[in-house]
C-alpha cells in the first residue's frame, strides 16, 4: 500500500485518528494538505504549503510523515509549538496510528540548565538578595529535574537576569573538559535525540547546528528523510543571525563577569582579575555611551551602518573606543595565557577572549559589499552584518552547492546522505499562487507549492471595521484618540480586547491611556506587554473573566504564535497598517538592491511584506468554528488607497461594518447572553 493510501485510511471518516478522537471531522483541506506532504515525501521533493488557521496542518504533516518509515526532524519557531508537538500531538498520533516510534525533544542551551554554572553562580561576588533567593529556588528544583528544561520551573520569570548565569553558551560551555559533564543536561537530551525516530527542535538549533557543527548537534540532521518547518515565514530572518555575524556588547561583560569568577576561583593573585574585568566593562560602557550622546542613539532601535562607523556616530571616537576594547582584551588574553592549564573554565575564557578580538576586528573594518550592516540598540548594544541575499546560502542546503560558492554561500553546508524531503508550512508565507515572498527569499525555486485557505465560515463568525472618525494613522494624535475608542468600546465588551500595535512608541501610548480609563475597579484589568512575563499575561488573559475582563496591548511578540480560541477574545484591534519601517536599515537595504534590479521597494518587498504581517495579526480573532469577532483596523488607508484592494485580499472574507451603529450593534450582540456562541452580526 503506498503512502498515499495509508494517509486517506488516517483521515477518513472511520480512521484512526477518528477513532481516537471523538471530535474528529475530517476536513477538505487538512486531507488535501496530508496528501501533498505524502507525494512529495514518495518523490522526494521539496514543498511549500501555505494552511490558513483551521485546516489543522500538524496532523497534515506529521500523519504522512510517521507513516513514511523515514526518520523526521520538526523545526519550529517557538519553544512553545515545541512544547505541544513532543507532549500533546505525537503522543495522540503514535497512539493512535500504533506507531511505536521514538520522540525527542532538543531545544537550545539556554534552555538547558548547567551544572557548573549552577555552582559558578553562588561564587559570583555581585549577586543581588532577591537574586540568591531566586537561585536557591533554582538549586532545590535543579535536585529533582530529570530534563534540566527551564520550562518545568514554575514560577519562573523568562527575562530574569539570573538565567544567563545558570544556563550555558556555545562561548562558556567546557564541553567534555566540564567537571558535570556525565550528568550534562544539554548533552543528555543530545544522546537522546540521536536515538530518536522523530526529532523536535527549533529554527535557532537547526541553523545552529549548520553554522557551527558542534559535535554531536552535527550528526542530528544528516539522517533523517524528513525535515519539516512549521512556522516557517521566519525561517529567512532566523538563517540570517546565523549567516551573518554578531557582537553584544553582553557578550563583552558575560566575559568580564566569568573572568572574575573563575579568576578569583583558580587563579587568584596570578594576574588583577578585577582590574582587567573592570578596564572591560568601563570599555563596554564606552561604546553604550558613545551611541547614546550620539544623534542615531537618541531613540532605541536599529540604526543604520553604511561608513566607516554607526549613522550619527562620530567615525573617530567610535574608532577609538573599538580599538580601546581591543587593547582590553588583549591585556585580558595576556593574563589568561599562563593559566589556561589550571582549570577547563580559563582555557575556555582564553578561547572566547580570542573569538571576541576576531568579531571585533571584523566590525572595526569595512562592511562586505554583499551584506547589510546595522548597530542594535535595545537594552544592550548589538553589531550585526548579515547578507542581503540569503537565498544562494539556503539553495546550497536545500539542493547542495552551486557551481560556484560566493563569500555569503560558505557558512552553510549540504546536508550529505540520503535523500530528503523539505516541507515548509505556515498559516503566511504570500499573498499570491506562487507564494514568491517565501519562496524567492528562501532559495526554494521549483519548489511545489500549494495554498488552502481556512475552513471557518469568515463571512458569518467575524466582520471587519475601519473607524472613519480617527484621525489619519500618520497623524501624532492617533494612537492617544484610538486608545480612547479602544476603551469605550472595550467597556461595552466587558474586555475581551486584543490591541496589536505596529510599534513600541504606540505599545507605550495606548497603555498609558487605557490604563488610566479602565483603572482598578473599573471591572476590566489593562495587561501590557513587558510588565509582566509573557506567559503570565497570555494565560491571564486566556482565563475565563467571571468578575475581571482583560484589555491585551502587545507590540510584534503578540502578532503571532497568541493562541485565544473562546468568548475571551472578541474584539481584535491592529493600530495601523504593518508596513516594515522606511528607516530600517535592512529594509533600506533591500529597497537599494530592489531598485539596482529594476523592481519596486515598495510593491516587491514593503506591500508584500505589510499583507503577511496583516494577516498574521489579525489571524489572532478566530481560532476553532464556534468563535466570533470583529477585527478593527484603524487605518483608513486600507479602504482609500489603491494598494489596500491587495491588502484586503490577504484577510479573511470577512463581513464588513460600515458604520459606528453597526459597530455598536455587533459589541451589544456579543454582550447579549442569548447570542453567546452565535455568529458574528
Given at each position: 500500500m503506498s503512502l498515499s493510501d495509508l494517509v486517506a485510511g488516517a483521515f477518513a471518516a472511520d480512521g484512526p485518528l477518528a477513532r481516537a478522537q471523538p471530535h474528529f471531522r475530517p476536513r477538505a483541506e487538512q486531507t488535501a494538505m496530508a496528501q501533498a506532504v505524502a507525494e512529495a515525501i514518495e518523490d522526494h521533493a521539496p514543498l511549500v504549503v501555505e494552511a490558513g488557521t483551521g485546516v489543522g496542518k500538524t496532523f497534515a504533516y506529521l500523519v504522512p510523515a510517521l507513516l513514511s518509515g523515514e526518520r523526521v526532524v520538526v523545526s519550529t519557531a517557538t519553544k512553545a509549538l515545541q512544547d505541544q508537538l513532543y507532549g500533546r500531538d505525537l503522543p495522540l498520533l503514535l497512539r493512535a496510528l500504533a506507531l511505536p516510534l521514538c520522540t525527542a525533544l532538543l531545544k537550545g542551551r539556554a534552555s538547558y540548565l548547567c551544572h557548573q554554572r549552577l555552582q559558578q553562580a553562588r561564587y559570583n561576588p555581585v549577586l543581588a538578595p532577591a537574586q540568591a533567593q531566586e537561585l536557591a529556588r533554582i538549586e532545590l528544583w535543579a535536585q529533582g529535574t530529570q530534563s534540566g528544561d527551564l520550562a518545568e520551573l514554575p514560577g519562573l520569570d523568562e527575562r530574569s537576569p539570573l538565567l544567563g548565569l545558570v544556563t550555558s553558551t556555545r562561548d562558556n560551555c567546557l564541553g567534555q573538559d566540564c567537571?558535570?559533564?556525565?550528568?550534562?543536561?544539554?548533552?543528555?537530551?543530545?544522546?537522546?535525540?540521536?536515538?530518536?525516530?522523530?526529532?523536535?527542535?527549533?529554527?535557532?538549533?537547526?541553523?545552529?547546528?549548520?553554522?557551527?557543527?558542534?559535535?554531536?548537534?552535527?550528526?542530528?540532521?544528516?539522517?533523517?528523510?524528513?525535515?519539516?518547518?512549521?512556522?516557517?515565514?521566519?525561517?529567512?530572518?532566523?538563517?540570517?543571525?546565523?549567516?551573518?555575524?554578531?557582537?553584544?556588547?553582553g557578550q563583552l561583560h558575560d566575559l568580564a563577569q566569568d573572568l572574575l569568577v573563575s579568576g578569583l576561583r583558580h587563579a587568584r593573585g596570578l594576574a588583577d582579575w578585577q582590574g582587567l574585568g573592570a578596564l572591560l566593562r568601563q570599555a563596554t560602557r564606552e561604546l553604550h555611551l558613545l551611541v547614546a550622546d550620539s544623534a542615531a542613539g537618541v531613540v532605541p532601535g536599529r540604526v543604520a551602518w553604511v561608513g566607516a562607523a554607526p549613522d550619527g556616530?562620530?567615525?573617530?571616537?567610535?574608532?577609538?573606543?573599538?580599538?580601546?576594547?581591543?587593547?582590553?582584551?588583549?591585556?585580558?588574553?595576556?593574563?589568561?595565557?599562563?593559566?589556561?592549564?589550571?582549570?577547563p573554565d580559563l582555557a575556555h575564557l582564553h578561547e572566547r577572549t580570542v573569538?571576541?578580538?576576531?568579531?571585533?576586528?571584523?566590525?572595526?573594518?569595512?562592511?562586505?559589499?554583499?551584506?547589510?550592516?546595522?548597530?542594535?540598540?535595545?537594552?544592550?548594544?548589538?553589531?550585526?552584518?548579515?547578507?542581503?541575499?540569503?537565498?544562494?546560502?539556503?539553495?546550497?542546503?536545500?539542493?547542495?552547492?552551486?557551481a560556484e560558492a560566493g563569500a555569503w554561500d560558505e557558512p552553510v553546508a549540504p546536508l550529505a546522505g540520503c535523500k530528503r524531503t523539505w516541507v515548509f508550512t505556515s498559516a503566511t508565507l504570500g499573498d499570491d499562487a506562487q507564494l514568491s515572498w517565501f519562496t524567492e527569499a528562501c532559495g526554494m525555486d521549483g519548489a511545489r507549492t500549494l495554498r488552502l485557505d481556512s475552513p471557518f465560515d469568515y463571512a458569518r463568525q467575524a466582520a471587519l471595521y475601519v473607524p472613519p472618525?480617527?484621525?489619519?494613522?500618520?497623524?501624532?494624535?492617533?494612537?492617544?484618540?484610538?486608545?480612547?475608542?479602544?476603551?469605550?468600546?472595550?467597556?461595552?465588551?466587558?474586555?475581551?480586547?486584543?490591541?496589536?500595535?505596529?510599534?513600541?512608541?504606540?505599545?507605550?501610548?495606548?497603555?498609558?491611556?487605557?490604563?488610566?480609563?479602565?483603572?482598578?475597579?473599573?471591572?476590566?484589568?489593562?495587561?501590557?506587554?513587558?510588565?509582566?512575563?509573557?506567559?503570565?499575561?497570555?494565560?491571564?488573559?486566556?482565563?475565563?473573566?467571571?468578575?475581571?475582563?482583560?484589555?491585551?496591548?502587545?507590540?510584534?511578540?503578540?502578532?503571532?504564535?497568541?493562541?485565544?480560541?473562546g468568548q475571551a477574545l472578541q474584539l481584535l484591534v491592529i493600530d495601523k497598517l504593518p508596513f516594515p519601517s522606511p528607516g530600517d536599515p535592512l529594509v533600506q537595504a533591500r529597497g537599494r538592491r530592489l531598485k539596482q534590479q529594476g523592481r519596486s521597494?515598495?510593491?516587491?518587498?514593503?506591500?508584500?511584506?505589510?499583507?503577511?504581517?496583516?494577516?498574521?495579526?489579525?489571524?489572532?480573532?478566530?481560532?476553532?468554528?464556534?468563535?466570533?469577532?470583529?477585527?478593527?483596523v484603524a487605518d483608513q488607508r486600507l479602504l482609500r488607497m489603491g494598494y489596500g484592494k491587495r491588502l484586503l485580499r490577504a484577510l479573511p472574507a470577512m463581513r464588513r461594518l460600515r458604520s459606528q451603529e453597526e459597530f455598536d450593534a455587533a459589541l451589544a450582540a456579543f454582550t447579549r447572553t442569548s447570542t453567546t456562541g452565535c455568529p458574528c452580526p
Amino acid at each position: 500500500m503506498s503512502l498515499s493510501d495509508l494517509v486517506a485510511g488516517a483521515f477518513a471518516a472511520d480512521g484512526p485518528l477518528a477513532r481516537a478522537q471523538p471530535h474528529f471531522r475530517p476536513r477538505a483541506e487538512q486531507t488535501a494538505m496530508a496528501q501533498a506532504v505524502a507525494e512529495a515525501i514518495e518523490d522526494h521533493a521539496p514543498l511549500v504549503v501555505e494552511a490558513g488557521t483551521g485546516v489543522g496542518k500538524t496532523f497534515a504533516y506529521l500523519v504522512p510523515a510517521l507513516l513514511s518509515g523515514e526518520r523526521v526532524v520538526v523545526s519550529t519557531a517557538t519553544k512553545a509549538l515545541q512544547d505541544q508537538l513532543y507532549g500533546r500531538d505525537l503522543p495522540l498520533l503514535l497512539r493512535a496510528l500504533a506507531l511505536p516510534l521514538c520522540t525527542a525533544l532538543l531545544k537550545g542551551r539556554a534552555s538547558y540548565l548547567c551544572h557548573q554554572r549552577l555552582q559558578q553562580a553562588r561564587y559570583n561576588p555581585v549577586l543581588a538578595p532577591a537574586q540568591a533567593q531566586e537561585l536557591a529556588r533554582i538549586e532545590l528544583w535543579a535536585q529533582g529535574t530529570q530534563s534540566g528544561d527551564l520550562a518545568e520551573l514554575p514560577g519562573l520569570d523568562e527575562r530574569s537576569p539570573l538565567l544567563g548565569l545558570v544556563t550555558s553558551t556555545r562561548d562558556n560551555c567546557l564541553g567534555q573538559d566540564c567537571p558535570r559533564f556525565a550528568d550534562c543536561h544539554v548533552y543528555q537530551a543530545r544522546r537522546t535525540a540521536l536515538a530518536a525516530d522523530v526529532l523536535v527542535i527549533n529554527h535557532h538549533l537547526f541553523f545552529a547546528d549548520q553554522a557551527v557543527r558542534e559535535s554531536g548537534v552535527a550528526q542530528l540532521l544528516p539522517n533523517s528523510g524528513v525535515v519539516v518547518f512549521d512556522e516557517a515565514h521566519q525561517l529567512a530572518e532566523t538563517a540570517s543571525q546565523f549567516l551573518g555575524a554578531q557582537l553584544g556588547t553582553g557578550q563583552l561583560h558575560d566575559l568580564a563577569q566569568d573572568l572574575l569568577v573563575s579568576g578569583l576561583r583558580h587563579a587568584r593573585g596570578l594576574a588583577d582579575w578585577q582590574g582587567l574585568g573592570a578596564l572591560l566593562r568601563q570599555a563596554t560602557r564606552e561604546l553604550h555611551l558613545l551611541v547614546a550622546d550620539s544623534a542615531a542613539g537618541v531613540v532605541p532601535g536599529r540604526v543604520a551602518w553604511v561608513g566607516a562607523a554607526p549613522d550619527g556616530v562620530d567615525a573617530t571616537a567610535w574608532d577609538g573606543a573599538m580599538a580601546r576594547a581591543v587593547g582590553v582584551l588583549r591585556g585580558i588574553l595576556a593574563g589568561l595565557d599562563g593559566v589556561t592549564a589550571l582549570a577547563p573554565d580559563l582555557a575556555h575564557l582564553h578561547e572566547r577572549t580570542v573569538d571576541l578580538l576576531a568579531r571585533l576586528a571584523r566590525f572595526s573594518a569595512p562592511g562586505s559589499a554583499d551584506g547589510v550592516r546595522w548597530l542594535d540598540w535595545t537594552g544592550q548594544l548589538r553589531l550585526s552584518e548579515v547578507p542581503l541575499a540569503l537565498a544562494p546560502a539556503l539553495r546550497t542546503l536545500w539542493q547542495g552547492p552551486p557551481a560556484e560558492a560566493g563569500a555569503w554561500d560558505e557558512p552553510v553546508a549540504p546536508l550529505a546522505g540520503c535523500k530528503r524531503t523539505w516541507v515548509f508550512t505556515s498559516a503566511t508565507l504570500g499573498d499570491d499562487a506562487q507564494l514568491s515572498w517565501f519562496t524567492e527569499a528562501c532559495g526554494m525555486d521549483g519548489a511545489r507549492t500549494l495554498r488552502l485557505d481556512s475552513p471557518f465560515d469568515y463571512a458569518r463568525q467575524a466582520a471587519l471595521y475601519v473607524p472613519p472618525q480617527l484621525p489619519a494613522a500618520t497623524d501624532p494624535a492617533h494612537s492617544e484618540q484610538l486608545a480612547h475608542w479602544v476603551a469605550d468600546a472595550a467597556t461595552r465588551l466587558g474586555g475581551r480586547t486584543l490591541v496589536l500595535t505596529t510599534s513600541l512608541r504606540a505599545l507605550q501610548v495606548m497603555a498609558g491611556v487605557l490604563q488610566q480609563r479602565l483603572a482598578v475597579g473599573g471591572g476590566i484589568e489593562v495587561l501590557v506587554q513587558g510588565q509582566a512575563p509573557k506567559r503570565q499575561i497570555m494565560e491571564c488573559f486566556r482565563a475565563p473573566a467571571d468578575a475581571v475582563g482583560h484589555v491585551l496591548v502587545g507590540s510584534a511578540s503578540f502578532w503571532e504564535g497568541f493562541d485565544v480560541p473562546g468568548q475571551a477574545l472578541q474584539l481584535l484591534v491592529i493600530d495601523k497598517l504593518p508596513f516594515p519601517s522606511p528607516g530600517d536599515p535592512l529594509v533600506q537595504a533591500r529597497g537599494r538592491r530592489l531598485k539596482q534590479q529594476g523592481r519596486s521597494p515598495f510593491r516587491d518587498d514593503a506591500l508584500p511584506a505589510a499583507a503577511l504581517a496583516l494577516k498574521q495579526g489579525a489571524g489572532r480573532l478566530i481560532r476553532s468554528e464556534s468563535d466570533t469577532g470583529v477585527l478593527v483596523v484603524a487605518d483608513q488607508r486600507l479602504l482609500r488607497m489603491g494598494y489596500g484592494k491587495r491588502l484586503l485580499r490577504a484577510l479573511p472574507a470577512m463581513r464588513r461594518l460600515r458604520s459606528q451603529e453597526e459597530f455598536d450593534a455587533a459589541l451589544a450582540a456579543f454582550t447579549r447572553t442569548s447570542t453567546t456562541g452565535c455568529p458574528c452580526p
